[in-house]
């Protein structure tokens, strides 16, 4: 036969690696496309800066010397500083004591504002190299400044100017910044496609290997707990379908999937600790004696010896150890009281008792639904929880019909399509 799991399948990890990859890209090229943008951005801000001091340069020193020689007139200085406009829309020469000698302006100077003309006469005449970045609707604007020097290297001079980048250079530096944008956002994408099916590969090589684990883990649960169900009951149903109601139950009341977990693994080994009691006292039709009974309770705390042996077991070991704790204290093994008892082992328990009351035993013919009912009622709120009752007795009734009567392959094929969704990673 196969084990209870074996059909469990596996969801397909393409689809999630891909959408993983697309919200790792998503966000990603945002901050890298940004990140790149503002290279770009910084790259051409220092090649126009480079640009227009390199233009300035184009006032050979060596002219401002002849000038000081008489060897050129004043025309001919303004001559020299017509040569620097193009990209400079304002060009203006001093003499070594910060004293203008010329000012030539080209056709772009109309759009200069009067708040710029200001600035740039605020700008002082270093002696070195240094510039001023301004904002000029939106286009480049610097205003440089260059010292002029003789062979000696003495300054005998200052080029202030106002240099504008052209339409034309723009357009071409953001067209070289788009595309290095998406150059960089393309290698992404590349990189991402390559990757994609290498991580789905490694993906389901991993996948695979945690369902086998996993199979295994829920093979051993089913066998260990059908091992002690056989003892004292004619089929091993009674897992089945205490687990069953226990699951219905928890989901009618929204239990988180990690106590659903713990639910189900509790409830399928919660008496495997009657490993260790012997069948006498297990299966004796008449009332236990108080040494028998003594003997019988200690099969909570051998179970839960038990299941801490094993990991994944453990997670189960307080349905294990509590299921036979009740609500006003007077259960065992600890007399824990109300809340205090694992709100698992609290469900269980109401499980556990509605099943034992309902269903045929060695040693006692099964309840009708009502008077088993009956009887938990009496018991809410001293052996159970009165609002997890209150719960089971709004479900009771439909859970009893689906579950009570069931075949032990129906419940076991139940039980699969019930859980599944619990242990298998999306
Ligand atoms: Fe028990």
């Known amino acids: 036969m196969k084990s209870l799991f074996t ?32 290279y770009e951005t910084e790259r051409v801000e220092a090649r126009v800066l480079n640009d227009a001091v390199a233009d300035s340069r184009r ?33 203006e020469i001093y003499d070594g004591n910060k004293a203008e000698l010329v000012h030539e302006l080209n056709e772009r100077a109309v759009l200069v504002p009067t708040e710029l003309w200001r600035r740039a006469e605020t700008v002082p005449l270093s002696d070195r190299p240094s510039y001023e970045q301004v904002s000029l609707n939106d286009r480049m ?42 150059v960089a956002l393309g290698s992404m994408l590349v990189t991402m496609l390559v990757a994609f099916p290498i991580i789905v590969l490694l993906q389901r090589r991993d996948a695979a290997q945690t369902r086998l684990l996993l199979q295994g883990n829920l093979e051993l649960l089913e066998v260990l707990g059908n091992v002690v169900a056989h003892r004292d009951s ?23 999937e990690d106590s659903i977990r713990i639910l189900v693994v509790g ?60 609500f006003d204290g007077t259960g065992y093994p600890c007399g824990l009281e109300g809340k205090d008892i694992p709100v698992e082992a609290r469900l269980f328990a109401v499980a556990d008792v509605f099943d ?39 479900v009771a009734s439909r859970i009893y019909h689906d579950i009570g009567q069931a075949s032990y392959e129906e419940l076991r094929s139940t039980l699969l399509a019930s859980v599944q969704r619990y242990f298998i990673a999306p």
């Open 59 to 91: 006032v050979k020193d060596a002219e401002l010397d002849r000038y000081y020689r008489h060897q050129l007139t004043l025309v001919d200085l303004h001559g020299a500083a017509r040569k620097v406009l193009g990209d400079f829309v304002s060009v």
């Open 7 to 38: 059909a469990l399948a596996a969801r397909s990890a393409t689809r999630t690696v891909a959408g993983r990859l697309a919200l790792a890209w998503l966000p990603l090229s945002f901050v890298i496309g940004v990140a790149v943008w503002h």
């Open 234 to 256: 004619d089929t091993d149903s009674h897992n089945y379908r205490v687990t069953l109601y226990a699951l219905r139950l928890a989901e009618h009341m929204g239990l988180t």
């Open 141 to 182: 604007t610097i205003i440089t400044v260059v010292p002029l020097e003789n062979e000696s290297k003495d300054i005998i001079g200052y080029l202030k100017g106002i240099y504008i980048i052209s339409d034309d250079m723009l357009a071409e530096m953001r067209e070289d910044s788009i595309g290095a944008v998406v």
């Open 267 to 326: 409830a399928f080994l919660h008496d495997v600790g009657k490993v260790g009691v012997s069948d006498t006292i297990l299966l004796k039709p008449g009332k236990l004696t108080e040494e028998e009974f003594r003997i019988m309770k200690s099969h909570v705390a051998i179970g839960e010896q038990i299941v801490q042996r094993s990991g994944w077991l453990a997670q189960a070991a307080c349905v294990v150890k509590c299921h036979h704790e009740k």
């Open 356 to 394: 034992a009351l309902t269903s045929r035993r060695p040693y006692k013919e099964p309840l009708v639904f009502d008077a088993a009912l009956e009887i938990m009622r009496r018991n809410s709120g001293s052996h159970f929880d009165p609002d997890m009752f209150a719960h089971f007795q709004a």
